[in-house]
């Protein structure tokens, strides 16, 4: 249970680099990268084979974030792990940053496959895991998807080979937060239920509250364990968590928040790891 809750501190502290970035730069998608930092926390704290000193170390585990639009959180995730000074996330966006708007594995340490083009990283993670496969490497490859990315075809295109190819070195997490950028997932172009859809393409799926951690601690346990099949996990969660005005709020997805809101959200998020500090 400590464990947990160095955890959920650290994920809090993450939250608290989303808000800064995106701040800084005056846009961004603080929303998704919200949504999905106890996921990220959890892959880069406890789940990835990973070292900050050799981020290109042939063993590591790869990780694509197909929904690169969420680079917020995946940047916040990098610098508190150690890939990069935490006070280059203010960069976010600047010229000359190489904090871009989303991922850029020529100049961002850590980061292993540039993406922002919904649909597209999932087919990227696909290709590591099989290349993982014929040269008999156990590495393992995880990518987080959105919930409105998933209604492009490609997804299910890359779904599909996986599956067929029982590439069970493969953990596809879905960031289930029901919102995208013009509104509710299953008003927009409903892709429920996924779940089903993953099994129809020979997945092992898992369905948790991306939240807890004791269940994201659970999947990623059940995933390693599940072997001819990859895995599915779709992750419940609340789009904006941590900031009071951005939770559930659809106009979050990809807008910063001025001055005034940003003390706000800061505000929010001491207040949270105070009470992280008392349990």
């Known amino acids: 249970m ?12 993450i939250r608290k ?3 800064t970035a995106v701040h800084s730069a005056k846009s961004g998608h603080p929303g998704g990268s919200l949504s999905a930092a106890d996921l990220f926390t959890w892959l880069y704290y406890k789940e990835m084979n990973i070292d900050p000193e050799q981020p290109l170390k042939d063993d590591r585990d790869r990780f694509v974030l197909s ?49 922002g083009s919904l649909g597209q990283g999932i087919s990227a993670a696909v290709g590591m ?5 014929l040269q008999k490497k156990d590495y393992r490859v995880y990518t987080l998807l959105g919930d409105g990315e998933i209604e492009e075809g490609q997804v299910w295109e890359a779904a ?4 067929h190819r029982k590439l069970d070195n493969l953990v596809v997490i879905v960031d289930n937060n029901g919102l995208q950028i013009d509104g509710p997932v299953d008003e927009v172009c409903s ?54 005005f951005m939770e559930g709020a659809v106009a979050w997805h990809g ?25």
Do not use: W
Not at 84 to 109: A, C, M, N, W
């Open 67 to 115: 929904k690169g639009h969420v680079a917020p959180g995946y940047y916040s995730t990098l610098a508190y792990r150690g890939f990069f000074p935490v006070e280059d996330l203010k960069t976010l966006r600047h010229t000359g940053s190489y904090l871009q708007g989303h991922p850029d594995r020529k100049h961002i340490p850590g980061v292993d496959m540039s993406s």
């Open 160 to 163: 599909m080979f996986a599956g």
């Open 17 to 19: 680099g989303i808000v």
């Open 255 to 279: 807008a910063a928040p001025n001055d005034e809101q940003y003390q706000v959200a800061m505000a929010d998020l001491e207040k949270a790891g105070e009470a992280l500090c008392q349990r």
């Open 2 to 13: 400590s464990d947990y809750l160095e955890l959920e501190k650290t994920a809090n502290e």
């Open 191 to 244: 892709p429920y239920p996924i779940d089903k859809k993953f099994e129809a393409f020979n997945f092992h799926v898992i369905c948790i509250d991306g939240h807890d951690f004791a269940q994201i601690e659970r999947a990623f346990a059940e995933a390693r364990n599940t072997k001819g099949m990859p895995t599915a996990i779709i992750a419940k969660t609340l789009k904006g968590k941590g900031v009071s």
């Open 129 to 133: 895991a099989l290349s993982a496969k």
